[in-house]
Each structure stands twice: as structure tokens, then as C-alpha cells.
């Protein structure tokens, strides 16, 4: 048994060792079978955890890689008999690999999306329990003999090495994906879409007269209203009408238990959607990042400042760049979040009129087995009723239908009848947020920001 037999029969015996594999290796580059070198470094590089080991495997491949393009590889014996044209189109491949792994090494260090690992795509029918991955027992050894590879071992992948990028780190902004929700898919709210459509879409649409006018596109529009009246859904459909990257920000992109990392995340999400021009940024349940200082908790300060410079400061802008908020309690957002330059402009988004909750019942209803349904007469018994509330009663209609047939044994379809019960007994959950709203309206509306909110109970302020 020659010096390469016995280790290729050692790295067999201990799949999981990165260390053996790189001495495996370096034995297979010392007989000129860089080829296999190169697979057996790429395994190597897959289950490795020590830094110094992984650079001596990642030093070896690029020797291994310019020797075989340099042309040094000698034919093994084994390999002798082989037509050549297969054994080149295997070299050039593992060269291929080898000349793009230097690269994507680069971006595992230098990325922008955190910290990235290097994995091994091995076939599947040639892999086996054993060769699961796991941590080097023993401390790398600065020895002086070469070594080989479990590639060349029974039972590991005889396939050509194929590395690729995977990502294993935290991505704070979600990617961008096409938005197909257009205004047309949103029901009613004839009288929200033209607002929005004046102060927000008209801009992105037509930058050159609004530069003219010095008229920027871009800044801060807050919506507000009570839970399950589309906030999410109307901001979704802007970004599909605008042709803007829609950017929907969570609390978990932001929030960190480390002190100042959350504030850097914040800022990284707002460099991005500039680099990202013309961009819209969605904060849904804003009042969670842009709480009332005053009653917020100081670890939640540092992060509603930087908010704050990040919509308008020294060198920061929101030139073509959008930012949308949406909540459920504006009065609980900084006063200076709410001021004009930041989120200057406040639209409320109040429960569907009749013509979208009959549009909404039509939508809620189609597909059902359902007969003899008055959809005007549904419309009308409805008032204050959110989104939520009409899907809600949709649904109760239907278990009652169905709790029907269960105790009967009799199929029927759903009828008005279903409707008329579960209405006896469902309030819209509108009122509570309503009530509390016309208490700020009342009290709290000096500067006019809740003026749509007031036309509002206006018309419905005895039934509230």
C-alpha cells in the first residue's frame, strides 16, 4: 500500500475531518492529479470551522486551480485509459469551479448581506449518513508531508466539485418583487384612491412638471383608521400604481437587543431604498418605531431619533423615495414625526361606503355555494363595517349553513337567511376605535389633522 492508498483509506475512515482531507489533497497535487485535488479541497473548505485550516485549504486550492490551468495536471494512471475527451471536459469544469471560488470567497467576507458560508452540492445518491457535517476534532498541524482528500475514498462523491453561495446570515429588507396589486383590485374607496393618486402617485408619475414647479416626489404619507380597513392593502396598491421597489418594513427588520445596532439597521433600510430610487417604504404599525417620545422607554429613543434624521435631517432627503405609514392610533406617533417635511401628509382610511361593502360582499361571496343573496340589501344593514368585519360574517353565515347540514343530513346552500341571523348578533368592531377617535377629535384636534376623521363622525356621530 503506497502513501496515497493509506490516506485515502484514513480519510474514508473519517469522513467529517477537514484536516484529512487537506493532507489528501496535498497528495493528490503532489502526484499531478490537481483535478481531484480540487474536488477534495472544495470538501475540505465545506465542513471546515477553523480559520487557520481554511486558509491553508483555500491557499492550496488556488495553487491546485493555476497548476491545472497551467497545464502541469499529469494523467493518472487510472484515468490512462480513459478517452480523453471526458478527462478534459472534467479538468476544465474543476478549473471553472476553482477560478470562481477566489470570487465568491470575496463576497463571503465583503458582502453586503452579512456573513455568507461556503456548501458542498454533493449528489445525492452518492451521499451518506456519515458524511453529515460537523466540527474538526482535532487543532490543525503545521505538518510537512503531503496529503489527500476523502474524495478519492470509498464511498464519497465521485462527481466534479460544485461550490456555491448560500446565504446564512440575516437579511434585514426583504427582496424587492414585481407588485401586480393595481387600485382596480381595491373596493371602494373611490375617495381615498383620488387623494392618494393626487399627492402621492401623480408626483412619481410626473416628476419633470413637478421639478418644474419645484415640487419634490417623494417625503412621508401617514395612514390611519380603524383595524381591518386596508391600510396594508391601499399601500401595497400605491406602490403597484407608482411602478416604485416596494420595501415593506417590519419591527423585527429593525428592533435589536444590542445597543445602537437597531438604530444601524434602521438607517441601513432608509440607504438603501435611495440607492433604490424611484422606492417606496412601507412601516406598518409605525407607531411601534415612531412611538410618542415622551411616553416611550429610552432604549426606544435612540431609535425614533434616528428615525426622525432619516425622514429629514442635516444630510439625509427622501427625494423619490416614499415613505408610507400605517397605524391604528396616530395620536400615539411623535408630534414630530407627524410635522410637514416628515410625514406632512395624514389621509385617513375610514370603514368602506355602501357601494365597496356591496362590492366586498360580492368578492367574499363568489365561489361559495350560496343561492338568493340580496347584496344591496347586505350593503345597506352594514354601516361601519371594516373589511375584516364583512370576511368575518361571510364566514359565520357559511358555518351556520353548514352546522345546518351536519344536524339535518340535508345539503343546502347558503342563503340570506344565514346573513339576516349572524347580523342579529355582530356589532362592527369599528365603534370602539371610532368613540376614542371622537374624543381626540374633540379635545386634541388644535392644529386640524384629524379634519377628516370630524367630516367623518359627522355624518355617523349618533350611531358612535
Known amino acids: 500500500m503506497n502513501r496515497l492508498e493509506w490516506i485515502s483509506r484514513i480519510a474514508g475512515l473519517h469522513p467529517e475531518d477537514a484536516e484529512t482531507q487537506y493532507w489528501l489533497g496535498q497528495e493528490l497535487s503532489g502526484a499531478g492529479r490537481y483535478a481531484e485535488a480540487l474536488r477534495v479541497y472544495s470538501e475540505g473548505l465545506a465542513l471546515c470551522r477553523e480559520e487557520k485550516l481554511r486558509t491553508a485549504l483555500l491557499q492550496a486550492l488556488t495553487s491546485a486551480s493555476a497548476a491545472l490551468q497551467s497545464g502541469a495536471a499529469a494523467v493518472p494512471p487510472a484515468a490512462a485509459e480513459a478517452p480523453a475527451e471526458p478527462q478534459a471536459e472534467e479538468a476544465a469544469a474543476a478549473a471553472a469551479e476553482a477560478r470562481s471560488h477566489e470570487r465568491r470567497e470575496h463576497e463571503v467576507d465583503h458582502g453586503e448581506d452579512g456573513g455568507k458560508g461556503l456548501a458542498l452540492d454533493r449528489e445525492p445518491e452518492a451521499a451518506s449518513d456519515d458524511e453529515s457535517e460537523a466540527e474538526s476534532d482535532g487543532e490543525f498541524a503545521d505538518r510537512g508531508e503531503a496529503g489527500t482528500s476523502p474524495a478519492a475514498a470509498p464511498g464519497r462523491s465521485a462527481g466534479r466539485p460544485g461550490l456555491q453561495v448560500v446565504d446564512g446570515g440575516r437579511t434585514p429588507a426583504r427582496a424587492d418583487k414585481p407588485n401586480a396589486i ?69 419591527i ?200 377628516d376623521v370630524e367630516a367623518f363622525l359627522g355624518k355617523y356621530g349618533r350611531r358612535i
Open 182 to 250: 393595481r387600485f382596480e383590485d381595491v373596493a371602494g374607496l373611490e375617495e381615498l384612491k383620488k387623494t392618494i393618486r393626487i399627492r402621492i402617485i401623480s408626483p412619481f408619475q410626473n416628476q419633470g412638471l413637478f421639478s418644474k414647479f419645484r415640487k419634490k416626489s417623494g417625503g412621508g404619507v401617514l395612514l390611519y383608521g380603524p383595524p381591518g380597513c386596508g391600510k396594508t392593502f391601499i399601500a401595497r396598491a400605491t406602490a403597484g400604481e407608482c411602478g416604485a421597489n416596494f420595501m415593506p418594513v417590519s
Open 252 to 451: 423585527t427588520d429593525i428592533l435589536d437587543p444590542y445597543i445602537g445596532v437597531s438604530e444601524r439597521n434602521l438607517k441601513d433600510l432608509f440607504d438603501k431604498a435611495r440607492q433604490r430610487k424611484p422606492s417606496i417604504m412601507f412601516f406598518d404599525e409605525i407607531d411601534t418605531v415612531g412611538y410618542n417620545r415622551g411616553r416611550s422607554s429610552s432604549s426606544m429613543r435612540g431609535v425614533i431619533d434616528t428615525f426622525l434624521t432619516e425622514m429629514e435631517g442635516i444630510d439625509t432627503d427622501t427625494d423619490q423615495v416614499l415613505i408610507l405609514g400605517a397605524t391604528n392610533m396616530p395620536w400615539d406617533v411623535d408630534n414630530a414625526l407627524k410635522r410637514p417635511g416628515r410625514f406632512d401628509r395624514l389621509v385617513f382610511v375610514a370603514p368602506p361606503d355602501e357601494q365597496a361593502r356591496e362590492q366586498m360582499f360580492r368578492l367574499k361571496i363568489e365561489g361559495r355555494y350560496a343561492e338568493g343573496i340580496d347584496y344591496t340589501r347586505l350593503a345597506a344593514r352594514t354601516d361601519l363595517f371594516s373589511g375584516a368585519d364583512i370576511e368575518n360574517l361571510c364566514e359565520r353565515a357559511a358555518e351556520r349553513a353548514i352546522g345546518e347540514i351536519l344536524e339535518t343530513g340535508r345539503e343546502r346552500a347558503i342563503s340570506m337567511e344565514d346573513f339576516e341571523a349572524e347580523l342579529e348578533s355582530t356589532r362592527p368592531s369599528t365603534l370602539e376605535w371610532l368613540r376614542t377617535a371622537k374624543n381626540y377629535v374633540k379635545y386634541a384636534n388644535q392644529s386640524g389633522i384629524y379634519n
